[in-house]
């Protein structure tokens, strides 16, 4: 694993020297040209023509009746309307007004265009904005439609504060009449006769995961009671802190997401699926360090993930811009060595503050197995370094955030 490793990043590396990429991040994280593809390149020529060939499938696919009524179907059409994207009458079904509102969701959001592929970190953004709005985002805000959804993502990525005044959701908002967007709807597609057979014609928009349990759907779940409770666990109210726990597990990877999605525009030369594509490659290389974070003490699972960067040759600079990029995507596609892999790559690299997310991984046994004893070791680590003056990665400008996290481990042991 080790020597495949080596030979992957040398020759990405030569690669990347060759044809230098450049990326503005914050703190410097991306030098030297260094990006996921300087750091993890390799040639993948046959599945980007594969990536090609699905996506102009999806593309010609068209809607056919029958699609049976889903509850997340019913709840995307409800978030749709609620922000002004007018995806017509919540009946669950998703046909060609849901998706043509999918589409201008994504138009507005700066996401990858098609209504038929709605990526689950799409969904789960728009599901949190919406679950925070009827929490009460709404009424502090004084905003309403896209310019709503956008003050989410703003508070989101600046770290300011989310929790809001305790109050009763607020009931669903009728569909719109007019869509509120800032860039015009795509054309509708034309219909278009396919001979492929139904089951094999319909996309799943609402798969959910891959194999093992989402945590996308979990964080679905966390933020919808979030909202039933009237907004987000602060110190002052805090009776359930596994729950507290969870709701600052889902809100840290959101963070993780919209941060790497930034750092991700900066990324010349490569696509989204070729930037995933080398994420998902980078999980597999740290999947064996992965493993063995539920049977190894934080310093051992430390001391052998700096061992394996050493050997690779890359600096820790490098290492750590791909982590932050990498996480993201390992978010957004659930694909868990990527994103605890990254996290624990950031750690041995000098960034602690990222430990609390896998404390919160072996906690939960999301990506690694459960074991709540060592998780305590990887969240106490995590916030003496910000006791002691390390930078916070989450929420930076929720300055009781650290105390409510140590509140709710205590309470937990």
Wanted: glycine fraction near 10%; hydrophobic fraction near 35%; charge should be negative.
């Amino acid at each position: 694993m080790i020597i495949r490793f080596i030979l992957t990043l040398g020759l990405a590396f030569s690669l990347g020297a060759t044809a230098p990429q450049t990326a503005q991040a914050d703190a410097g994280d991306f030098i030297g040209g260094a990006v996921v593809g300087g750091v993890l390149g390799y040639a993948i020529g046959q599945d980007q023509q594969k990536k090609k060939a699905q996506r102009t499938t999806r593309s010609t696919r068209t809607y056919r009746p029958g699609i049976p009524s889903t509850t997340q179907g019913a709840q995307t059409q409800t978030a749709l309307n609620y922000f002004g994207y007018n995806a017509g009458r919540v009946d669950g079904q998703v046909g060609r007004g849901t998706r043509s509102a999918i589409e201008r969701y994504q138009a507005s959001m700066g996401y990858p265009i098609n209504g038929y592929d709605f990526q689950t970190y799409q969904r789960d953004f728009l599901m949190q904005a919406y679950y925070w709005a009827t929490s009460g985002g709404q009424a502090t805000t004084q905003l309403t439609g896209q310019p709503l959804l956008l003050a989410y993502r703003q508070h989101l990525h600046s770290g300011s504060a989310l929790a809001v005044a305790p109050q009763a959701p607020a009931a669903p908002a009728p569909a719109a009449t007019t869509p509120v967007v800032t860039q015009p709807a795509p054309a509708p597609e034309p219909e278009t006769d396919t001979t492929e057979t139904a089951s094999a014609t319909l996309p799943s928009l609402f798969s959910g995961g891959t194999g093992g349990p989402s945590l996308a759907n979990r964080c679905s779940g966390v933020m919808l009671q979030t909202s039933t409770n009237g907004g987000y666990t602060t110190l002052t109210n805090m009776s359930d802190p596994d729950f507290a726990l969870s709701e600052q597990f889902c809100l840290a990877r959101s963070y993780a997401m919209s941060h790497g999605e930034d750092l991700m525009q900066d990324i010349q030369g490569l696509t989204p699926d070729q930037v995933a594509a080398q994420c998902n490659s980078y999980g597999e290389m740290l999947a064996a360090q992965v493993d063995a974070l539920a049977l190894s003490s934080k310093t051992d699972a430390e001391t052998q993930m700096r061992k394996l960067a050493l050997e690779s040759g890359l600096s820790p600079e490098d290492l750590a811009a791909t982590s932050k990029v990498c996480l993201a995507i390992g978010y957004r596609e659930d694909n868990m060595d990527a994103a605890v892999g990254s996290a624990l790559m950031l750690v041995a690299m000098g960034e602690p503050a990222y430990g609390e997310l896998i404390g919160h991984h072996l906690r939960e046994g999301f990506g690694v197995q459960e074991r709540r004893d060592l998780a305590l070791q990887w969240y106490d680590a995590s916030l003496s370094a910000l006791d002691a003056g390390s930078q916070a990665v989450f929420l930076p400008s929720q300055s009781d955030r650290p105390q409510l996290l140590r509140a709710a481990v205590t309470q937990t042991q």
